[in-house]
């Protein structure tokens, strides 16, 4: 679990203990403090809440029922519990206590219920935790992280990937451990998410607040793709917070960022339908997302009056 815990300080602002951590996984120059911030505190926020929750923001339900889960185990919660670096340390820790569990039982010949009962009850909250609040957002997460990261961090965000993958094959969604049926079961943050709803207004706060919410739209829409938008449409991007500066864009040109915006979710809903294996359920959770955000805007953008 060495490599969870490296990849998890990379994650934080480049220090001394991430320039250790970058040259034992060879991923080259660590990152200047510029480029962090950039990715991290003003495209992709580091934080679970933000892709899993209601209204995309950081905090709420989301966080709660991931320090619920440390509470369950009778632990206190870390601070931040959604963070991404705590994320991953948790997981790392989740696994190291299974690990003494087992070798505490092998040492002591512990083969009774007792000892049994240790070890599994690690292993299940490690694959709860795992496929709750790590795999429920992260794949989606590091795809766009691959997207707009320099070249460290889309090294990064590919040993991620891989290690996420691998261990998705070696734990299986808990559920299916009580029964076949069971095991259909979405992690409860997606089975919670509410879907887009009706939206009646394209420029109105509801909408606004829905098409930047990545469980509701199935895609994940930051600066640089408003930045994008304007580019390839011609318009003014004014500086600001997302919500606003998309506003700013319908205001100008409500058609064709609708329709933008559309193609932007059909992009999102083939990264998902290529997203197949192990972690098939849940891409599917996201394709539909984004195939049904789609939908809806060529048909808000259609029942607009050509520019």
């Known amino acids: 679990m060495e490599l969870f815990r490296s990849l998890a300080v ?14 034992a996984l060879e991923l080259g120059s660590l990152p200047s403090r510029s ?12 934080y679970a809440s933000v892709y899993l929750g209601d209204e995309g923001m950081m905090g709420g339900e989301a966080r709660d029922r991931i ?27 989740l696994a190291e206590r299974e690990a003494e569990a087992r070798d505490n039982a092998e040492d002591h010949a512990q083969d009774d ?19 709750e609040h790590l795999l429920s957002w992260l794949p989606v997460y590091l795809d766009k992280l691959g997207e707009l990261g320099s070249e460290f961090y889309r090294k990064w965000a590919g040993l991620l990937s891989t290690a996420l993958l ?10 299916s451990a009580q029964s076949p049926q069971a095991a259909i079961l979405l992690p409860l943050h997606l089975r919670e998410a509410p879907p887009l709803g009706a939206l009646d207004d394209a420029g109105g706060d509801d909408f606004l607040r829905a098409i930047t919410t990545p469980v509701r739209t199935g895609m994940i829409l930051v600066r640089a793709d408003l930045e994008r938008c304007a580019r390839g449409l011609g318009l003014g991007l004014r500086k600001g917070e997302r919500r606003y500066a998309l506003k700013s864009l319908l205001g100008q040109a409500p058609r064709e960022t609708l329709e933008w915006l559309a193609v932007e979710a059909d992009r999102w809903a083939t ?7 192990s972690l098939a359920l849940i891409s599917s959770f996201w394709r539909q997302r984004a195939e049904t955000t789609s939908t809806f805007l060529r048909e808000s953008a259609a029942s607009l009056e050509p520019a």
């Open 67 to 93: 320090a619920g889960f440390w509470r369950a185990l009778g632990e206190t919660p870390p601070p931040e519990p959604d963070h991404l670096t705590v994320l991953l340390a948790a997981y790392a820790e």
């Open 10 to 23: 990379l994650s934080e602002v480049p220090s001394l203990e991430s320039e250790i951590a970058a040259a």
């Open 166 to 175: 691998e261990e998705a094959t070696a734990l299986p969604c808990p559920q």
């Open 35 to 46: 480029e962090y911030t950039d990715l991290f505190e003003f495209q992709l926020y580091p």
């Open 113 to 131: 219920a007792d000892g049994d009962e240790t070890r599994s009850r690690w292993r299940h909250a490690r694959a709860a935790f795992l496929w």
């Open 271 to 277: 990264a998902h339908r290529n997203r197949a294996g």
